[in-house]
């Protein structure tokens, strides 16, 4: 006899039914949102929105109460607040990326990604000059940011999550303070200690030691988050065997968490790879190609497309700045996307 498996029930779905009734219901809060306007003192786009937010919210809430239960109608009144909320905030993140990709496809040409500016000024033709300068600075610029930080913001993490010393608090403290300087004050920090007392000169070094002091607490907190993440019967196994405690962190706890470091990694990238305060301060925004980051200025990104606006005022000079910030737009969707990607990877 063969036995059939009963097939899960899920009463709380919405049927087909319910779901039409519901667009029937908004069409019609549509319409009477239309006639709102036309018969109120409310106009335009702000007042036809509001109009349909409350009539549509009204009508599915009427609608639950009558089919449902009091429960029912408060719980539609809620979701609508929170599509409201969820709408709000797509609105501005859909407009940036809009505008950044309509405006900056002008400015993109194969050219840009082989020359530099050095032959040539923003209010020039698209096609003459590039920002090869820029991308390269950048990448080093974040790449000895990130040799210094990496090792301070892992050591930090492990310093709360394994020692948990006397100092662990005040430096979680510090960690979590620093989250919130302003970027303008690491590159005043680096200017008045190191630039003007010591070296006398702006250098893409110095842009990495100020992108270093807003990259350490973002690694360092996703750090410390994904090191609590790995169980405690590792630590004990690895204690069990005789290890020391540093053979047992950096032999079982650091590999264990390896995916979670590299989302780390990748978040801190992300966090100062568009900074562009400090960067004016410190890095000097040369127009040429630097591999050099201990000697002379070296360009970037930012500074590339604050100086296409600034010093610009034609249409060329600001499709290049647009075409700058599509360049790193890209590279930021591309990190956080590969920070996405990891951290949904198992621990392991």
């Known amino acids: 006899m063969q036995s059939t498996i009963p097939t899960p029930q899920t009463p709380w779905a919405t049927s087909i039914q319910q779901r039409l009734n519901t667009a029937g219901l908004i069409l019609l809060g549509a319409v009477l949102a239309g006639v709102a306007v036309k018969t109120t003192g409310l106009s335009g786009k702000l007042g036809f929105a509001v109009s349909f937010f409350v009539i549509a919210s009204l009508l599915i809430f009427i609608q639950q109460l009558r089919l449902r239960d009091l429960a029912a109608a408060k719980d539609s009144l809620l979701s609508s607040f929170a599509s409201l909320a969820i709408i709000l905030t797509l609105i501005p993140i859909i407009s940036i990326v809009a505008t950044v990709v309509v405006k900056g496809y002008k400015g993109i040409h194969f050219g840009m990604f082989t020359n530099d500016m050095t032959m040539a000024s923003v209010n020039d033709p698209v096609t003459a000059g590039g920002l090869l300068h820029a991308l390269v600075g950048t990448i080093m610029m974040v790449g000895v940011a990130l040799l210094i930080s990496f090792p301070i913001g892992l050591l930090t993490a492990l310093y709360l999550t394994e020692i948990r010393g006397n100092l662990a608090r005040p430096i979680k403290f510090l960690v979590q303070a620093m989250s919130g300087v302003p970027s303008i004050v690491a590159g005043l920090f680096i200017l008045s200690i190191l630039i003007i007392p010591v070296t006398q ?31 405690n019967e590792l630590r004990e196994a690895g204690v069990a065997l005789g290890a020391t405690q540093w053979r047992t962190v950096s032999g079982v706890v650091v590999p264990a968490a390896r995916s979670g470091l590299v989302t780390a990694v990748i978040l801190g990238i992300a966090r100062i790879i568009g900074e562009t305060a400090p960067l004016l301060l410190v890095s000097g925004g040369a127009d040429a190609l630097n591999f050099n980051p201990a000697s002379g200025p070296m360009g970037s990104l930012p500074y590339y497309i604050w100086k296409a606006f600034l010093t610009g005022g034609t249409e060329e000079a600001y499709s290049r700045a647009w075409g700058g910030m599509l360049i790193l737009l890209i590279f930021i969707v591309l990190l956080f996307s590969l920070a996405r990607y990891l951290s949904g990877r198992k621990v392991a």
């Open 201 to 231: 000169e702006l250098t893409g070094l110095m842009g990495s030691l100020a992108l270093s002091i807003l990259m350490i607490p973002t690694i360092a907190r996703t750090a410390e988050e994904m090191l609590r993440l790995i169980p």
